[in-house]
């Protein structure tokens, strides 16, 4: 894409109430535009990474034998009162239909997806089964100080999976915990991501998050390093501790952020809607879920407060609205048609590149570039062509190198 | 996908509230599930009708020149009373944040798109430019009685384009025209879609929508067959038939369905925001405005209405779930294997497959096939693999022929 045809441009100025480094960072570079408190929109570079976020969730859903659907954000307030969390849940928007019935906003699926799924369900031999969607959730935080980490409006994977007991929801929660993982590595986070014990509610013993180690996390973790696990604050105590088998002497204490969190629900929605299967004998059994929710919001700002520096963001390949921020230096003929061409020839080779044909200098263009944060900066200038070829470097390296661009296709081939 | 590990059956009951075939057929196949009046959860099959439409509409706006973004549900007050719309627009829906203050969930994006855009633009220079996005919209609509064509939640894509002056956006109107011609064409419904003259309300003589021809309209237009043009019920007097050349005895009167509808909005949302670019002079000018409408979700809807019998829906091929259903007839072993290889067969050739394996005779998978009604049956049987194949059917056509796998797969890469 021409970056002169991009609507957007780097911002020099921010809302005064925002203080999240994520935020400031993505308005800056014109990812996003606040709205109001805990509610943003997606501009074009932003929306990119959305996209890409999704792509690799998406992917590993259906990998782990997840059927998409996209349920209603509007919800029957019925179906919240069946459940009790009509009164409970204090963060749930409620609205005024056109005859004064009130609806929720949904902030999570249960109260939908049990009903849905029970009009299919008969026999065991319709289990087990999981269904997911991505789409806009709502929830009335009092506070929304955290960026995108923490929106009135987010963007949220939810699955839910239904079994026939509990082993069958023990197997499938175990593969689920590695398709996080898989998730967390393929968008460059799995390094500093720990899946960590954390209050199970009423009905399990722990459920699991997934947390990222950054100063910026609003959560505290305690870390075994050698065992690759963490305990949540919440229950870490010396029981606990036995029962993981973790020694308190090993612990080390961080701010983590939860992008992801895995629950066996067990009955808990199930029981209240009454949905059951036949079982071998004809008898009804209730049926077993387990709910597994990842926010894609949550996680672009995630990887802006993991990889980023005083200049800017950085990042991973997999996300990044392009791979490669094209340069072209000065104010040269020879140097901007030069840069066409191999803009041309990195698109044809299927390779998603930003040229900034702006007219502007060369300070103000690595501004930018350092901004945005594009995995390579490519820069042509008649030095660099009288060198033989153009400068590549790195976002998250210091130096740069002239090289061929043959030999820099080949390098990102390799 | 085979049949068996889809969680969706057709069903034989549909809620006794709903009148409309689009929902009535929807629901049958389940493709959709309706939550509430006016309110619609997407399904496996569903949804990936929506993606298909959606991928249609993102390549046309972005060959238009559109740049994507996903703006923000909750809606400022603030912003909505700059254009007196807050008080004016009867299906606003409001909400009460934690603070009691109100904000709206978005119908339209006006209101949003001007102070987005606004930051960006300052000169000439930046102009034209124009956004998009596909989003879920909320409209209290008092009777909801339409199935998915009216929705109290939908999903549409809306463009704005901004202009320096009202030559600027009549060409880019006209060219959107074509652009939404192309996309009916594409969808499967282009050869009964009219581009139909409506009422401009206070800024334009006239606005344009895009009519479905079909008995399941709620509009009324009138159709000069030989000029492929239309006049809404609204504007028809001797005036407006005068000015576009049309002779009234030509007119024939049909019910319709809005597709679309776009609009030459003028100074009628950028002068409330005062939003203005200098031109070359350095004196503020007031930005010119365009938008377009296309209801995705209504768009599925219209296609069922349009391409349907009393056995179920015939979906083009463009749009269909998958383009394939294949199915294999009684309990023979050899058979069944057949079927296998068939559907690895069409899977590497890149074709969409869905491979009825369960245990069901002829005559209801041919019931089921007719419901959910993909582009080609392909029935296995022991009859069609002596006779040197399968044989394939379209669901629009009545009689099937058997042939080869390859000479069919070469008939569907022809």
């Known amino acids: 894409m021409l970056q002169s045809a991009l609507f957007t441009k780097t911002r020099k100025e921010i809302p005064a109430d925002e203080v999240s480094k994520n935020a400031i960072l993505l308005i800056k570079a014109s990812f996003v535009n606040k709205e109001m408190a805990g509610v943003y929109s997606y501009l074009p570079l932003g929306l990119r990474v959305i996209k890409k976020i999704e792509a690799i969730i998406r992917d590993e859903m259906n990998k782990a034998g997840g059927q998409e659907v996209l349920m209603s954000v509007f919800h029957p307030k019925e179906n919240w009162e069946k459940t009790g969390r009509w009164n ?12 004064d019935r009130e609806v929720a906003l949904g902030p999570t699926h249960e109260e939908m997806v049990v009903p849905l799924v029970q009009q299919y369900v008969n026999s065991y031999r319709d289990l087990p089964l999981s269904v997911y969607q991505i789409q806009n959730k709502f929830r009335m935080e009092l506070r929304a100080k955290s960026g995108i980490l923490r929106g009135r409006e987010f963007i949220m994977k939810d699955m839910y999976s239904f079994h026939k007991d509990e082993e069958d929801l023990k197997n499938y929660y175990e593969k689920m915990q590695v398709v996080y993982k898989n998730i967390y590595d393929r968008v460059g986070i799995g390094h500093q991501t720990y899946m960590t014990f954390a209050s199970g509610g009423s009905f399990s013993k722990f459920s699991h998050e997934f947390q990222t180690v950054t100063e910026a996390g609003e959560d505290t973790i305690y870390i075994d390093e050698e065992k690759g696990i963490a305990v949540n604050k919440e229950v870490l105590n010396d029981e606990v501790l036995a029962e993981l088998g973790i020694d308190r002497s090993k612990l080390v204490e961080k701010k983590a952020i939860e992008v992801g969190n895995i629950f066996e629900l067990k009955t808990k929605y199930s029981a209240p809607f009454d949905m059951v299967y036949k ?6 059994i209730t049926i077993i879920m387990g709910c597994y929710g990842m926010g894609v919001s949550r996680l672009m700002g995630t990887l802006v407060e993991v990889c980023s520096d005083d200049k800017g963001i ?12 094209l340069l072209p230096l000065g104010v040269s003929e020879n140097v901007s048609e030069e840069a066409k061409k191999i803009y041309n020839e990195f698109s044809k080779k ?8 702006r007219s502007l200098n060369a300070g103000e263009k690595f501004a930018d570039a350092d901004l945005i944060g594009l995995p390579y900066r ?3 200038s008649e030095r660099s062509l009288k060198e033989g070829g153009v400068e590549v470097k790195r976002r998250a390296e210091e130096k740069g190198e002239v090289m061929a661009v043959d030999k820099f296709i080949e390098m990102l081939k390799a």
Chains 1, 2 share one sequence.
């Not at 409970?88 to 005859?99: A, C, E, G, I």
């Not at 079982?279 to 009804?284: F, G, K, L």
């Open 88 to 99: 409970s849940m204090d963060d749930l928007y409620k609205v005024k239909d056109s005859s």
């Open 279 to 284: 079982n071998e004998n004809d008898e009804n």
């Open 314 to 325: 950085i990042w991973p390949e997999a996300v990044a609205p392009f791979l490669i921020h």
């Open 350 to 357: 299927g390779f998603e590149v930003l040229l900034d044909d």
């Open 378 to 380: 490519v820069v042509v």
